[in-house]
Structures are given as C-alpha cells and as structure tokens.
C-alpha cells in the first residue's frame, strides 16, 4: 500500500504494492500522528473495500480512498473524519454497498466507539537490598 500525505488534513491510500510507503505530494509535506491516525483508517477501509470487491468479482485497479479531518482547537484534537472511497469504476448501484462495507472496518468502529484510554508511568526498578 501507499499512504500519501496530502496535506495537514488529509492523505490517500492505494494498493499499489505489497511493501507499505509514505510519500507527500510535495517537499514541504510532513507525515505527523495525525497522519497515522487517519492511516489505519485509510488502510483499514481499503483492506474490507478489496475483500468485498474480490468476492463481487468487480475490478480495483482504481479504487484508493482518501481520509480527510478537521481540527477542534479547545482541546485540540481532531474533530471530525471523512472518507472518500475514490473507484470510479464502481457501477453507482453500489455506492450504498461500498459506503456500509467501509463502515464495517474495525478501526472505524473502533472511532465511533471510543476506547477507554488509560496512561500509566512505569516506575524506576526498586534498589537490591
């Protein structure tokens, strides 16, 4: 797969291989945790899209998705997340299918559902004594 950084807000997922490369679409583009956060998204909805595609015998070699975000700024966080599933040559009489079928990846639901988070410090090793 390929994970391209399009801009603060936004990246595009393709499966053009079987390695897994981050590239921006241009020099001045950084891949951050955002970025990451929105990859497993992207790679999770590309990954159930193919599964789907392969079992309806319909063609991916132009299916990619793109996520897209917007920041909240009190606490700065991401807001909300939109997913374009760009496969032009999907029929439109399964738009709705491909739309359900995303949502079915573990990390969308796992977004929609948020986890409990627990942050604990490990404590320094006791003396010998």
């Known amino acids: 797969m390929k994970i391209i950084v399009v801009s603060e807000d936004a990246i595009r997922v393709e499966p053009v291989s079987e390695q897994l490369t981050i590239e921006a679409s241009s020099g001045d583009k950084a891949y951050g945790p955002f970025h990451m956060l929105a990859s497993g998204l992207g790679m999770c909805s590309l990954a159930v899209l193919h599964s ?31 997913i374009l599933i760009d496969w032009l040559s999907l029929p439109p009489v399964r738009f709705e ?4 079928v995303t949502e079915q990846c573990g990390v969308h639901a796992t977004l929609r559902n948020s986890p409990a988070i627990t942050v604990t410090v490990r404590e320094a090793a006791s003396p010998l004594g």
């Open 52 to 82: 789907w595609a392969h079992h309806a015998h319909l063609a991916v070699d132009d299916l990619a998705v793109e996520v897209h975000w917007h920041f909240a700024e009190d606490p700065h966080r991401v807001s909300d997340i939109g």
């Open 97 to 100: 299918a491909a739309r359900r």
